[in-house]
């Protein structure tokens, strides 16, 4: 009887962990879903152009590039828990400052220190994930990411309606940075799970090597795909198709709710095909999609490109984070660290070097290459990853 309880009460602790890091994935998807909404009005707001704004991009990807490194050596010492919490706490506070940005550099700034949040709790949330589909026993991860879709569907859709409200952006982004850090809080005392033991396989970030290099770059080419969605496709809804702004932010809650369905059917879709034969198969839907985004004449044909997309590109990434944490002779937060460095960092570096191309040959033949970079993952994951 006491086993049972004990078990019971276990179960139900897991359950709540469960729901908590998909909160935390909730939260960081919400804050893209609200950035991307709201880059039109910051980039009017201080009249910059494609260029100027591919270096406030750039510096978002530096700072949560710099900032996944060092996370990954701050899980061993404080936890996943521990760094989910406040690395989400410090992404809702940044995400309020960029409508007060009094100059250019100020945005840069601002967006710089979003960047060092959202790099700390993607690595911080995606290693508590792990380790709570390992307690759990079967497949999760995709159902887990599914919340940031979910998050960032539901950031973009507010985003759009106050936008067509004509709120502003200092209103708009500040409630939704608010609202979110509730949410963080609310989470906070259910993220934790039963203690595992300690393990000898190396905790510390290493130069990527091996499958972990394959994992790494697959992994890159659906973040910056991913990147250019949240970053660029309002702009290009706009700049590309004449959508109005607040038809331009539906572009990426198409994407977003798409990834929605995809992940929250995932589980089933990779235990139908198999790891290999669905990230193949989401690849060249991908593709697919992109293909329909870069050659559409209307907001639409734009709109039915980003569903496909949204639907090719779900699986991808949790299906590699997943194989991440199960690789031989290196510990599951050390190789998802080195994963996601390489993950986020070139979804968060991909659109800044889009808009400087954009400066050269426009934004719709600037996205052409990410319809070559879902190819190579439908072509190459056999070779890289070795699932």
Not at 219 to 245: K, N
Request: charge should be positive.
């Amino acid at each position: 009887m006491t086993a049972t309880v004990a078990s019971t009460a276990d179960r139900r602790r897991l359950i709540f962990a469960r729901a908590a890091v998909a909160a935390a994935f909730f939260v960081a998807g919400a804050a893209m879903g609200v950035w991307a909404a709201h880059i039109p009005l910051l980039k009017a707001g201080l009249g910059v152009d494609d260029a100027a704004l591919g270096f406030v991009l750039l510096a978002m990807g530096i700072g949560a590039v710099c900032a996944m490194p060092p996370t990954g050596l701050l899980l061993h010492r404080f936890g996943a828990v521990a760094m989910t919490i406040a690395s989400g706490l410090a992404l809702a506070a940044a995400l309020a400052l960029p409508p007060f940005a009094p100059s250019y550099p100020a945005l840069v700034a601002s967006a710089g220190l979003i960047g060092l949040a959202m790099g700390a709790i993607d690595v911080s949330m995606n290693a508590q994930a792990a380790a709570i589909e390992t307690a759990w026993g079967r497949p999760i991860m995709s159902s887990i990411h599914a919340f940031f879709s979910i998050g960032g569907l539901a950031g973009a859709t507010a985003s759009g309606g106050l936008i067509a409200l004509d709120v502003g952006a200092v209103a708009g982004m500040g409630l939704s940075a608010l609202a979110l850090g509730a949410v963080v809080a609310l989470a906070a005392t259910r993220l934790a799970i039963a203690a595992h033991g300690p393990t000898d396989e190396p905790h510390g970030l290493r130069l990527p090597r091996g499958v972990v290099l394959g994992l790494g770059a697959l992994a890159l080419a659906a973040f910056v795909s991913e990147g250019a969605m949240i970053d660029w496709s309002a702009v290009f809804m706009i700049q590309a198709t004449g959508a109005t702004p607040a038809l331009a932010a539906v572009g990426y809650a198409a994407f977003s709710a798409a990834m929605t369905f995809g992940r929250l059917t995932g589980d089933a879709f990779v235990a139908r095909l198999g790891p290999l034969r669905a990230v193949q198969v989401s690849g060249a839907v991908a593709a697919a999609g992109l293909a329909i985004v870069v050659a559409a004449p209307t907001p639409g044909v734009a709109i039915a490109g980003f569903v496909v997309a949204g639907l090719g590109f779900a699986n991808v990434v949790p299906v590699l984070f997943s194989a991440s944490a199960r690789l031989p002779g290196v510990a599951p937060g050390a190789a998802l660290s080195m994963v996601a460095t390489m993950a986020y960092g070139g979804g968060l570096l991909g659109p800044p070097l889009i808009g400087f191309l954009a400066h050269g040959v426009g934004l719709r033949w600037a996205l052409l290459p990410l319809v070559f970079a879902a190819l190579a993952i439908a072509l190459f994951v056999r070779r890289a990853a070795k699932l």
